[in-house]
Structures are given as structure tokens and as C-alpha cells.
């Protein structure tokens, strides 16, 4: 079982910039799809970027793809997501996911952390 803990949420004002991390407990992370997901005040949890553990495959949804970021370094069992040219949209709880499988798809992703807030004032 991985234990997945992300940081690096806050507030932070339209424009401006974050650096979400996210440690993995073990290191079979490196054979995992990394995942990050958002979710927003009344809304469902929406997809935002992935990396498989090779990091030869990657995808960020259209909404964020030119602004953030995903990027993993497995030797410290750790990844990232960079987040630029903040919105006061981007505003959620953002969340780090694995999955066995590359996948843009919420229910294939089997282990979460508990998420960090981003709050993006205008």
C-alpha cells in the first residue's frame, strides 16, 4: 500500500504561482502512474495532469496545459505539480493519485492523499 501526502497548497493571489508536491511512502512509486486531480467547492473531481513512472508519457488537461507543470523525480519518491499564471478558477482542493495504469480517469486510480488546498484571490 502507498501512502501518498501532498503539500505546498496556500493562498496565493491571481497571477502568482505554486509548487504542489506530493511524497509517496514507498518506493514501488517509481512503477506508478502519478495522477494529480482538483476538486472544487460543489463540483466533482476533475482531472488535471499525469505522468507514468517511466515519465515517458504525460498528459494535462486543456483547461491548465499551459500553465502547469507535472514532473516526478522517483529517486526521492516525489512528485510535482507547477502551477503558474494562477486563476482564481484554479481555486480547489487538489489531490495526488497512483495508478497501475496510465489514466486520465478518476476510478482507475487506486491510492490518494488527503489533498491541499489552493485558494487563488482575485
Known amino acids: 500500500q502507498v501512502q501518498l501526502v501532498e503539500s505546498g497548497g496556500g493562498l496565493v493571489q491571481a497571477g502568482g504561482s505554486l509548487r504542489l508536491s506530493c511524497a509517496a511512502s514507498d518506493p514501488s512509486f517509481k512503477t506508478l502512474n502519478l495522477g494529480w486531480f482538483r476538486q472544487a467547492p460543489g463540483k466533482e473531481r476533475e482531472f488535471v495532469a499525469a505522468?507514468?513512472?517511466?515519465?515517458?508519457?504525460?498528459n494535462v488537461a486543456n483547461s491548465v496545459k499551459d500553465r502547469f507543470t507535472i514532473s516526478r523525480d522517483n529517486a526521492q519518491n516525489t512528485g510535482y505539480l507547477q502551477m503558474n499564471d494562477l486563476k482564481p478558477e484554479d481555486t480547489a482542493i487538489y489531490y495526488c493519485?497512483?495508478?497501475?495504469?496510465?489514466?486520465?480517469?478518476?476510478?482507475?486510480?487506486?491510492?490518494w492523499g488527503r489533498g491541499t488546498q489552493v485558494t487563488v484571490s482575485s
Open positions: 493519485a497512483t495508478s497501475p495504469r496510465f489514466s486520465l480517469v478518476t476510478a482507475r486510480y487506486d491510492y
Open positions: 505522468k507514468s513512472g517511466s515519465g515517458v508519457l504525460t
